[in-house]
């Protein structure tokens, strides 16, 4: 399906800001403006989140392009799988293609968002720390993608069918974004926010990831746990597939009606 998946990425590319002034542009908008919006709070003292090791704009955009990147990759097996249900309920075509456009959707805007982790290192590179580890960053961020695709597929049969889902994950996403490292700090201690952040898998994952790209060493045992999300999400991803070929045959028939 190569070709297909090839096809359909350059359709999409070109129509996705066909009839939009700034383009592409709109990419970086969402982790600019979130950026932007935590610094005004915490420069205004609005709210307190706490020491960072590295500055808290910096800290917060990088945050904001990795947690992204799991985001997209955790919504790509659902969006392709819509986007496509229309050709393949009548054509014998592997749904996996869409899916996998959908992919290639994510590494267009991880490359386009490479302008904002320049420019961050171009406004703090006094107080950043470039190391061999950045060679790690794109691993890193291929393991988050992974995890998060494993974890979407199984969204697919039930969310085809569905919408609540859809809805319920909406809702769910800030709140599980919280309990990761993206706007605040990892949490210490035996509080509610620290139970939550350890036991969170993208915690490690988001801290260790920046750590490389920005400070060149990470915590081993954060490391440690990262890398068991390679393991897991091969699992996840294997099983995910299983189920949903064997839903499809009934997935074409109940979305058919």
Request: charged share 10%.
């Amino acid at each position: 399906s190569r070709e297909l998946i090839g096809m359909l990425f350059m359709r999409d590319l070109k129509a996705a800001y066909r009839q939009s002034y700034l383009g592409y542009i709109w990419i970086l908008l969402p982790p600019l403006a979130s950026t932007a919006a935590w610094y005004y709070m915490t420069s205004q003292k609005l709210i307190n989140v706490g020491s960072t090791a590295i500055p808290y704009p910096a800290f917060v955009m990088i945050g904001q392009i990795i947690w992204g990147t799991f985001t997209a990759a955790f919504a790509a097996p659902q969006a392709g799988f819509n986007g496509g249900s229309a050709v393949f309920m009548k054509l014998k075509v592997p749904p996996e293609a869409f899916i996998a456009n959908s992919v290639a959707k994510i590494i267009f805007d991880l490359l386009v968002k490479t302008v904002l982790i320049v420019a961050v290192f171009a406004i703090f590179w006094s107080q950043l720390t470039i190391s061999w580890t950045i060679l790690l960053v794109p691993f890193g961020l291929a393991i988050i993608a992974l995890f998060g695709i494993s974890l979407g597929l199984f969204m697919v049969p039930i969310g085809s069918l569905y919408s609540d889902i859809g809805r319920i994950v909406g809702i769910a996403m800030p709140f599980l974004m919280y309990t990761t490292p993206v706007i605040f700090p990892l949490a210490k201690g035996d509080g509610l926010a620290a139970t939550l952040m350890s036991w969170n898998p993208l915690s490690p994952a988001i801290e260790v990831t920046r750590c490389w790209l920005t400070q060149g060493a990470a915590d081993p045992n954060l490391v440690f746990n990262f890398l068991l999300l390679i393991p897991i999400s091969f699992i996840l991803g294997i099983v995910g597939l299983v189920i949903l070929r064997i839903a499809m045959p009934h997935l074409v028939v109940r979305m058919g009606m």
